[in-house]
């Protein structure tokens, strides 16, 4: 079975706080995704990888950045949290392009 | 126009009962296709790809229409455990591997 983890599940931080939120899959999965959800406009891609080091921009990719050091970890940073970040994040993997993505269980993130 | 577009919804049946949703999508060189399921507060879990010849598994049932762009879900004999909500998603034509979700249908079946 493939496993998609989240550092945490919950998460509250000030606003003006730089935020990290890992990510890790234990399949070697090429593709890595973050996204956000929020009640009534689904979910939005930020950032994906299809490699280590790579990394593209997704719908929303401002106030975000990325990083993937190793081929399981995809780290998502808010370098300035605000309030209009809090949401729940979700973390994708996949082992091809336009294949099936597995979620992690997602973090949700409180900015206050 | 959306992308993906689906129903909201909610739509509420009795156990017991067939419910089907289509989705629309805009892309016609769209390559893959998938239902997600996502209880409440929970992450999206695979349900099932959508192959061009249609596919079942167990009570659930996926066709795609290409000349119509839209694809289906139905579910027959609704249990209590079937209530969720159910994504819609395609993949596009290029080669950047994003999938595009649409919002959700939800579905609540009731004793």
């Known amino acids: 079975d493939v496993k998609v983890t989240q550092s945490s599940r919950y998460l509250v931080k000030r606003t003006g706080e730089k935020v990290f939120l890992e990510c890790v899959q234990d399949?070697?999965?090429?593709?890595m995704f973050w996204y956000r959800q929020d009640p009534g406009l689904g979910l939005r891609l930020i950032y994906f990888?299809?490699?280590?080091?790579?990394?593209e921009k997704g719908d929303i990719p401002e106030g975000y950045s990325v990083s993937r050091e190793k081929k399981e970890r995809f780290s998502l940073i808010l370098e300035s949290a605000s309030t209009n970040q809090t949401s729940m994040y979700l973390c994708?993997?996949?082992?091809?392009?336009?294949?099936?993505?597995?979620f992690g269980p997602g973090t949700r993130l409180t900015v206050t | 126009r959306k992308e993906v577009e689906q129903d909201p919804g909610p739509f509420n049946v009795p156990e017991g009962a067939t419910v089907a949703f289509n989705c629309t999508y805009s892309?016609?060189?769209?390559?893959?296709f998938f239902w997600y399921r996502q209880d409440c507060r929970k992450e999206p879990k695979l349900l099932m790809s959508?192959?061009?010849s249609g596919n079942e598994d167990g009570r659930f049932t996926a066709q795609l229409n290409r000349a119509s762009q839209y694809i289906s879900l139905l579910i027959r004999d609704s249990k209590l455990s079937d209530s969720a909500t159910y994504l819609c998603?395609?993949?596009?034509?290029?080669?950047?591997?994003?999938?595009?979700f649409g919002q959700g249908t939800t579905l609540q079946v009731k004793p």
């Open positions: 399949m070697d999965h090429e593709n």
């Open positions: 892309n016609s060189a769209s390559q893959s």
């Open positions: 959508v192959y061009s």
């Open positions: 998603v395609v993949f596009g034509s290029s080669n950047t591997g994003k999938l595009i």
């Open positions: 990888s299809y490699d280590v080091k790579m990394k």
């Open positions: 994708a993997s996949s082992l091809i392009s336009g294949g099936e993505q597995y």
